[in-house]
């Protein structure tokens, strides 16, 4: 048996960019940064943030393109691929990255704690979203259909 899977918490690096494939696959990718504090030897607390990068395809593409900033804390679940291609210049490049299957914003209009959003798809349980009067609307629209939260099916 084999398990590729990656589970993170962390923070949106950079706003998500938001393309279609020449076939119409809508594609998003954007960085999640986490951090690891300790101390060392010497009784010094030490820090390091590890930068992942993150790549969403169809309806959780839009999703994610049209909720995430950067700075929000997000979870993201899914599995590890890397890519290889040739540079221009000919050099061999690869990039891994994770490719989501689930996505939860965890926190709303920049205050930490706020009602998550899951996106899991494939998933054939209810909506885990409870809108809140106060919970903020986004107007960005991706071309012309707009995504509203309370039309996420999941």
Known sequence: MD???AQLIGNVTRDPELRT??????VCSFGVATNSQWTDAQGQK???AEFHN????????EICGQYLVK?????VEGRLQTREWEAQDGAKRNR???VLDNMIMLDRGGQPGGTA???KQGASSGPTYE????APTIDKAIGEQEIRVEDIPF
């Open 3 to 5: 398990l590729n899977r």
């Open 21 to 26: 494939t020449p076939t119409g696959q809508t």
């Open 46 to 48: 030490q820090q390091r």
């Open 54 to 61: 993150m790549v969403a395809w169809g309806k959780l593409a």
């Open 71 to 75: 700075g929000k804390k997000v979870f």
């Open 96 to 98: 891994t990255e994770i």
């Open 117 to 119: 959003v899951s996106t």
């Open 131 to 134: 809108p809140t009067p106060s």
